[in-house]
């Protein structure tokens, strides 16, 4: 299922499996963005009691950029991974006046720095994460403490093109547990029956799956734009909310600016990461 939702509890889960704790610097705990959390923080302010603490919040709410969905439209979510190979950065999206979001390799030494760039600049940011296929879930329970640590800005990981977050259901449980903990969402690449992201969302963790890889083979602009009028296809037929995938290169910027001008685009909310995640407009 492509759709972006919140999964319905089904088999018992098992709240007491370990979680990163406060492995990470700057990491806290019990901080679940639960459906109804946001709901009781608006209606907080509205009744003009004490918001909370910026640093209160998790991650996903946190670092989440402003965003208001129009007629409630169908959202479509545009990440682009940054793979360092464009030195200009969030200039280089210039021209694009729409909300996108950038994922970070937390291999990158700049991860961090460029990171806040792009947050400075006003685009949110993604943990791009990847684990051996033979990872245990000890293995990623440390490996996230890092990467979490290595990208403090991100709203959400997203799952590189090594994979690794679902190659077991042991790996799929214990980030559930990790990212409910820690109040991030997460984007995973669509497999099979999508088990991993029906395991994460049982957690009460924001997750979904991507629709489609816009530019994974090197496709030129005419291609990209053909594909981003499926997704808009799609999704008025299913009242859907999508997320899209490509990279920060030059024909990609510049098939989405052209697409952005036609009519078709005008159909859908083009929204950042976050709000896809906390199921805004829908």
Do not use: C
């Not at 406060?22 to 109804?36: I, Q, S, W």
């Not at 700049?110 to 806040?116: F, K, T, Y």
């Not at 090594?162 to 984007?187: A, F, K, N, P, Y």
């Amino acid at each position: 299922d492509d759709a972006t939702h919140y999964e319905p509890a089904g088999e018992p889960v098992d709240d007491t499996a370990g979680t990163i704790g406060d492995l990470a610097r700057g990491v806290t705990t019990n901080r679940l963005p639960v459906v109804g959390q946001e709901e009781a923080l608006d209606a907080a302010i509205s009744a003009d009691q004490s918001v909370p603490n910026a640093e209160d919040l998790p991650p996903l709410v946190r670092h989440a950029i402003p965003f208001d969905a129009v007629n409630e439209q169908p959202l479509l979510s545009i990440i682009l991974i940054d793979d360092g190979s464009l030195s200009v950065g969030p200039e280089a999206l210039g021209d694009f006046s729409h909300p996108v979001s950038i994922a970070i390799d937390v291999t990158r030494a700049d991860g961090a720095d460029i990171a806040e760039r792009y947050r400075q600049a006003g685009y949110e940011v993604l943990a791009m994460t990847n684990l051996p296929d033979t990872a245990t879930a000890q293995d990623a329970e440390v490996a996230m403490a890092t990467y979490i640590d290595a990208i403090p800005q991100a709203v959400a990981i997203f799952e590189g093109s090594d994979g690794g977050l679902q190659s077991s259901r042991e790996v799929s449980q214990q980030m559930g547990d990790i990212l409910r903990d820690t109040g991030h969402g997460i984007i995973l690449r669509p497999n099979g029956l999508n088990t991993a992201h029906k395991l994460i969302a049982q957690k009460g963790v924001p997750s979904a799956t991507f629709f489609r890889d816009l530019d994974g083979a090197g496709e030129d602009a005419s291609t990209i734009r053909r594909t981003l009028d499926q997704a808009v296809f799609r999704a008025g037929q299913s009242g859907d909310s999508l997320v899209m995938v490509g990279r920060l290169r030059a024909e990609t910027i510049s098939a989405l600016v052209l697409w952005s001008l036609q009519d078709r685009a005008s159909s859908i909310s083009l929204a950042p990461v976050s709000a896809v995640l906390r199921g805004a407009g829908l």
